[in-house]
Protein backbone atom coordinates (compact mmCIF):
# COMPACT_ATOMS: atom_id res chain seq x y z
CA UNK A 1 0.00 0.00 0.00
CA UNK A 2 0.98 3.55 -0.85
CA UNK A 3 -0.05 6.83 1.43
CA UNK A 4 -0.03 10.17 0.77
CA UNK A 5 0.06 12.60 3.52
CA UNK A 6 0.29 15.96 3.47
CA UNK A 7 -0.31 18.85 5.85
CA UNK A 8 0.38 22.83 5.79
CA UNK A 9 -2.73 24.17 4.64
CA UNK A 10 -4.97 26.74 6.55
CA UNK A 11 -6.33 30.15 6.80
CA UNK A 12 -3.71 32.88 5.78
CA UNK A 13 -4.56 37.07 4.78
CA UNK A 14 -3.85 38.11 1.47
CA UNK A 15 -0.60 38.65 0.58
CA UNK A 16 0.80 35.95 3.30
CA UNK A 17 2.63 32.48 2.57
CA UNK A 18 1.82 29.04 3.52
CA UNK A 19 4.08 25.85 3.32
CA UNK A 20 2.81 22.27 2.22
CA UNK A 21 4.08 19.39 2.74
CA UNK A 22 3.12 15.77 1.30
CA UNK A 23 5.27 12.42 2.18
CA UNK A 24 4.86 9.19 0.70
CA UNK A 25 5.01 6.06 2.56
CA UNK A 26 4.56 2.47 1.97
CA UNK A 27 5.89 0.11 -0.68
CA UNK A 28 7.79 2.69 -2.96
CA UNK A 29 10.57 1.46 -5.01
CA UNK A 30 10.65 5.19 -7.25
CA UNK A 31 9.23 8.33 -7.53
CA UNK A 32 9.28 9.73 -11.19
CA UNK A 33 7.24 12.81 -10.44
CA UNK A 34 5.66 14.59 -7.43
CA UNK A 35 3.54 17.29 -8.25
CA UNK A 36 0.51 19.64 -6.44
CA UNK A 37 -2.90 20.34 -7.99
CA UNK A 38 -5.83 22.49 -6.75
CA UNK A 39 -9.72 22.29 -6.79
CA UNK A 40 -12.69 24.81 -6.03
CA UNK A 41 -16.10 23.78 -6.14
CA UNK A 42 -17.77 23.14 -9.26
CA UNK A 43 -14.34 23.33 -10.87
CA UNK A 44 -12.32 20.44 -12.35
CA UNK A 45 -8.88 19.65 -10.94
CA UNK A 46 -5.97 21.69 -11.92
CA UNK A 47 -2.49 21.46 -11.91
CA UNK A 48 -0.45 23.64 -10.32
CA UNK A 49 3.06 22.57 -10.01
CA UNK A 50 4.91 19.17 -10.88
CA UNK A 51 8.56 18.37 -10.25
CA UNK A 52 10.56 14.96 -12.22
CA UNK A 53 13.10 12.72 -9.91
CA UNK A 54 16.16 15.40 -11.85
CA UNK A 55 14.08 18.32 -10.49
CA UNK A 56 13.07 19.90 -13.59
CA UNK A 57 9.52 21.91 -12.80
CA UNK A 58 6.04 23.46 -14.13
CA UNK A 59 4.24 25.86 -13.11
CA UNK A 60 0.72 26.79 -13.97
CA UNK A 61 0.99 30.14 -15.16
CA UNK A 62 -1.39 31.83 -12.37
CA UNK A 63 1.46 31.03 -9.75
CA UNK A 64 4.59 31.63 -11.79
CA UNK A 65 6.81 33.67 -9.22
CA UNK A 66 4.66 32.92 -6.76
CA UNK A 67 4.83 29.02 -5.67
CA UNK A 68 7.88 27.52 -5.69
CA UNK A 69 8.05 23.23 -5.77
CA UNK A 70 10.54 21.16 -4.46
CA UNK A 71 11.63 17.79 -3.37
CA UNK A 72 13.14 15.81 -0.44
CA UNK A 73 14.18 12.12 -2.45
CA UNK A 74 15.30 10.77 0.71
CA UNK A 75 12.50 11.41 2.16
CA UNK A 76 9.91 10.70 -0.75
CA UNK A 77 8.57 14.20 0.48
CA UNK A 78 7.20 17.20 -2.15
CA UNK A 79 6.79 20.36 -0.68
CA UNK A 80 4.91 23.62 -2.18
CA UNK A 81 5.96 27.21 -1.27
CA UNK A 82 3.39 29.62 -1.59
CA UNK A 83 4.11 33.53 -1.26
CA UNK A 84 1.98 36.35 -1.99
CA UNK A 85 -0.94 34.94 -1.84
CA UNK A 86 -4.51 35.81 -3.04
CA UNK A 87 -8.23 34.72 -2.44
CA UNK A 88 -8.37 33.29 -5.80
CA UNK A 89 -5.54 30.86 -4.67
CA UNK A 90 -8.45 29.52 -2.07
CA UNK A 91 -8.86 25.94 -3.01
CA UNK A 92 -8.52 21.88 -1.59
CA UNK A 93 -4.91 21.47 -2.75
CA UNK A 94 -3.68 18.07 -3.65
CA UNK A 95 -0.42 15.64 -3.73
CA UNK A 96 -0.36 13.63 -6.65
CA UNK A 97 2.36 11.19 -6.95
CA UNK A 98 3.54 9.03 -10.29
CA UNK A 99 5.27 6.37 -8.72
CA UNK A 100 6.55 2.88 -9.37
CA UNK A 101 6.06 0.08 -6.35
CA UNK A 102 8.68 -2.65 -7.34
CA UNK A 103 11.26 -3.01 -9.62
CA UNK A 104 10.01 -3.96 -13.35
CA UNK A 105 6.92 -2.72 -12.53
CA UNK A 106 5.20 0.47 -14.29
CA UNK A 107 4.19 3.48 -12.82
CA UNK A 108 1.14 4.11 -11.24
CA UNK A 109 -0.55 7.42 -9.63
CA UNK A 110 -1.60 7.97 -6.04
CA UNK A 111 -3.41 10.71 -4.65
CA UNK A 112 -2.91 12.41 -1.61
CA UNK A 113 -6.57 13.39 0.74
CA UNK A 114 -6.39 16.83 0.01
CA UNK A 115 -5.75 19.93 2.38
CA UNK A 116 -8.06 22.91 2.50
CA UNK A 117 -6.25 26.34 1.80
CA UNK A 118 -7.66 29.71 2.53
CA UNK A 119 -6.61 33.13 1.65
CA UNK A 120 -9.22 35.60 3.20
CA UNK A 121 -9.07 39.58 1.52
Known amino acids: QVQLVESGGGLVQAGGSLRLSCAAS????????MAWYRQTPGKQRELVAR???????NYADSVKGRFTISRANAENTVYLQMNSLNPEDTAVYYC???????????????WGQGTQVTVSS
Open 96 to 110: NCLLVRRYGQGADAF
Open 51 to 57: ITGGGST
Open 26 to 33: GSIFSINV
